[in-house]
């Protein structure tokens, strides 16, 4: 886990890196849709790298930011000077936070309540998609009767002895040499890079764990005349 902790902070470096100069490409006025979604995914792939190792301050802060980016993605919110200040103030503070985490050095609590405070100037009172579709979901908690006679002799049987139960498992090395082998098939769904995913972070993630071996299947890839650059023709 720690190898892989390791990686994670070396392939945000990779991220803010795309952020950085995809932040100057739109202050240069390359404003165009792919531009925007490289600084979204970069933003995005930390969020969801940071959320399994539970780096909840820096899933909270690119959370808020990559929120602001799908309003600029979606053409709701404009691009000026002044979004554009504080989306690289942001981008500062990401950095700042992915060092704080992977140093596990105090919070500057103070610098990320004003920069969140930054962003949610950008949302009004419109709720994010998200947070719109959690209010649509109406969860009741159903109880459950049973009628359990634990104490009767009738079901005395249901429940085996100890005695029953098979031995444990042999862990003696003479018997843990075991290499054992996964078949992964990875088809990605149409909108997989409109959510700002990178499958070359899963694979390289992957290939952290043990030998891997990637065959790329080419089979549903279209002539380049009918070839959408935006959706994932491999697998």
Known sequence: MAEIRASFF????????????GLQMMDDGEDDPETINIVFRAVHSIKGGAGAFGLEALVRFAH???????EVRAGRLQ???????????????LSDLVRISRDQAPLPEEETVHLLEALDSFLGDTPSQEEAAEEDIDFQPMGLA????????????A????DDLPPPPDFSAENTAITETYTIVFTPKAELF???????????NLGELGE??????T????DLAELTPELPHLS
């Open 10 to 21: 070396i392939e945000c470096e990779e991220l803010l890196e795309a952020l950085q100069d």
């Open 64 to 70: 808020r930011y990559e929120t602001v980016l799908d």
């Open 79 to 93: 691009i000026d000077p002044d979004a554009l200040k504080v989306f690289f103030q942001a981008a500062d503070h």
């Open 146 to 157: 049973l009628d359990l006679d634990l104490n009767g002799e009738e079901d005395s049987d």
């Open 159 to 162: 429940f085996p002895s100890l």
């Open 194 to 204: 409109e959510t700002g995913n990178e499958p070359s972070l899963l694979l390289r």
């Open 212 to 217: 891997a071996q990637v065959v790329c299947d």
């Open 219 to 222: 089979s549903e890839l279209p």
